[in-house]
T-cell receptor
């Protein structure tokens, strides 16, 4: 049973435009959400996170939105750059305050930003 | 962010042999380490959680006698795949977190191929 779902396996966007990556979850105990970026044959790198007490968190070009009632979150990247091309994983944790509790990952979305 | 080093990055071994993967936190004390496994086009699946000085907690379906985890010090955890089979071929990733960390930091991953 997939508790964290990324229903789009891939997304292609033009450079300079907005990339929107979506994630849904089913476990209402999750209270901390993270986005990771991953290149082939490398470990994930942390991008941005959001606690369930918030509905938005912004860091430079990256913004994460959380809709608790819909159990949905999204990552917005604007403007998108070719270097953003990678697989993006959504992850969730039931340990409040951080990812030093075990994470449950989605399957990832491959983002391709075309020049 | 903090640095987690995983070694080796790639390993090829013969069926029936054992392989050890190391995960080191280079600039912080990792009280908790996590081991993940990723199959192609799949999400990262948590295999086990290890706390320094105590036995690892394995996720359901993960054979603890096959995947031996040792977290003997605050900077090192090892995963040993015993009597490896071709179906154990996968990408293994560790992450580490310390007392003062709200985030877990990932190693670079190890591509294991069993022939």
């Amino acid at each position: 049973d997939q508790q964290v779902k990324q229903n789009s396996p891939s997304l292609s966007v033009q450079e300079g435009r907005i990339s929107i990556l979506n994630c849904d979850y089913t476990n209402s105990m999750f209270d901390y959400f993270l986005w990771y970026k991953k290149y082939p044959a490398e470990g994930p790198t942390f991008l941005i996170s959001i606690s369930s007490i918030k509905d938005k968190n912004e860091d430079g070009r990256f913004t994460v939105f959380l809709n608790k009632s819909a159990k949905h979150l999204s990552l917005h990247i604007v403007p998108s750059q070719p270097g953003d091309s990678a697989v993006y994983f959504c992850a969730a944790s039931g340990g409040s305050g951080g990812s030093n509790y075990k994470l449950t990952f989605g399957k990832g979305t491959l983002l391709t930003v075309n020049p | 962010g903090a640095v987690v080093s995983q070694h080796p990055s790639r390993v090829i071994c013969k069926s029936g042999t054992s392989v050890k993967i190391e995960c080191r936190s280079l600039d912080f004390q990792a009280t908790t380490m996590f081991w993940y496994r990723q199959f192609p086009k799949q999400s990262l699946m948590l295999m086990a959680t290890s706390n320094e000085g105590s036995k690892a907690t394995y996720e359901q379906g993960v054979e603890k006698d096959k995947f031996l985890i040792n977290h003997a010090s605050l900077t090192l955890s090892t995963l040993t795949v015993t009597s490896a089979h071709p179906e154990d071929s996968s990408f293994y990733i560790c992450s580490a977190s310390g007392h003062l960390n709200t985030e877990a930091f990932f190693g670079q991953g190890t591509r294991l191929t069993v022939v």
